[in-house]
């Protein structure tokens, strides 16, 4: 048994979207992506006022990965072209595969935009090998209550949404999510299975990492090792997961990623023509 450590810490970049404050840190200078996760934005914590616009993000399209929506607080209401449609509110998650291209929405409820209140998101980009890029589009919410809840001990405890057995997601790729709460003094051991890449970023609160700090708003790349002992002295709350590399080229533009320059082309010219569907 070997714990896994702190290679390198990438604080994430304040790039506010409108009035929506906006904090990135996957991509970052010196990070382009923690294979096969590619683009994290954390969105908030912040309080909209009552008669707000809500969130900024209307119809668009994508092909060639999942997005993974934490809904920290507030609530949140998912629309797209293939049917899928619900409102998801504070501790739940929507997860959507763009698969072969769908369009989408998520934007703040009627009731969000009239009342106001605290809003604060975690947004996920988990990339797709070229075998299961074109895969079907597919979407599916998941309230609060069934996401799988485990107490790890000493002040330690995980909400896992995917890649253990009693999740609600069943991920195409075997792709571990979680999000972990530490109480002041806490410390605990989470799965990192030896090969596999970790994503851990503090939401809130900082931890440390075999004697390395891993401060709020930052996200540490680790090495290998088949665990992670982790600890807070004042508290902490941590987007957190595993996975698999994929170890394929990677080609992005916008809201597209494939594998090649080539297949982004088609992809706008797929959307271009109609071929996503549209809301």
Do not use: C
């Amino acid at each position: 048994m070997s714990s896994r450590e702190v290679l390198s810490l990438h604080r994430a970049v304040r790039d506010d979207i409108q009035d929506l404050v906006t904090r990135r840190p996957l991509p970052g200078p010196g990070l382009s992506q923690v294979d096969p996760f590619l683009f994290l934005n954390h969105h908030g914590p912040q309080t909209y006022p009552p008669d707000n616009h809500g969130l900024p993000f209307g119809p668009h399209p994508h092909r060639g990965f999942e997005t993974v929506t934490f809904i920290l607080s507030g609530s949140l209401a998912h629309h797209d072209s293939g049917s899928g449609a619900s409102v998801v509110e504070a501790g739940g998650v929507q997860w959507m595969t763009a698969g072969s291209g769908l369009v989408h929405a998520e934007l703040s409820p009627e009731a969000f935009k009239r009342s106001g209140g605290p809003l604060e998101i975690l947004q996920l980009w988990v990339n797709l090998p070229a075998r299961v890029k074109m895969t079907d589009p597919a979407y599916v919410p998941v309230p609060a209550a069934d996401i799988l809840k485990e107490n790890l001990g000493d002040g330690v405890a995980m909400e896992v949404v995917s890649g253990i057995d009693g999740a609600p997601v069943r991920s195409l790729t075997d792709v571990m999510l979680a999000t972990v709460s530490i109480e002041p003094d806490g410390h605990a051991s989470l799965p990192a299975p030896r090969g596999r890449n970790v994503l851990f970023y503090t939401i809130e609160g900082s931890a440390e990492i075999g004697g390395s700090t891993v401060p709020e708003h930052t996200l540490a790349v680790l090495g290998d090792g088949d665990r992670v002992e982790v600890a807070s002295e004042g508290g902490a709350r941590i987007l957190y997961g595993h996975a698999d590399p994929i170890g394929e080229p990677v080609a992005a533009r916008g809201p597209f990623v494939m594998n090649t320059d080539a297949e982004i082309a088609e992809a706008i010219r797929d959307y271009q023509a109609g071929r996503f569907g549209g809301l």
